[in-house]
């Protein structure tokens, strides 16, 4: 899960620069995916989800 989070970082920075020219700030990238999918249907929406991996909640557990 921490090598997925890097490549989302990464792909919202890169986004930022080359799509919008002026750089936005993540929150507002991440603001508007997120007012894109409140016009999405059931439908649209399950399948966006599928394409999405799940990642694991939570703490690891101590070692030792």
Do not use: Q
């Amino acid at each position: 899960a921490v090598h997925e989070d890097k490549i989302e970082t990464e792909f919202l920075g890169e986004l930022a620069v080359d799509l919008l020219g002026s750089g936005p700030k993540r929150s507002e990238l991440l603001r508007a995916g997120i007012a894109l999918l409140a016009v999405l249907d059931n439908v649209e929406l399950t399948a966006v989800m599928a394409r999405v991996d799940r990642i694991k909640t939570g703490r690891p557990a101590k070692k030792g």
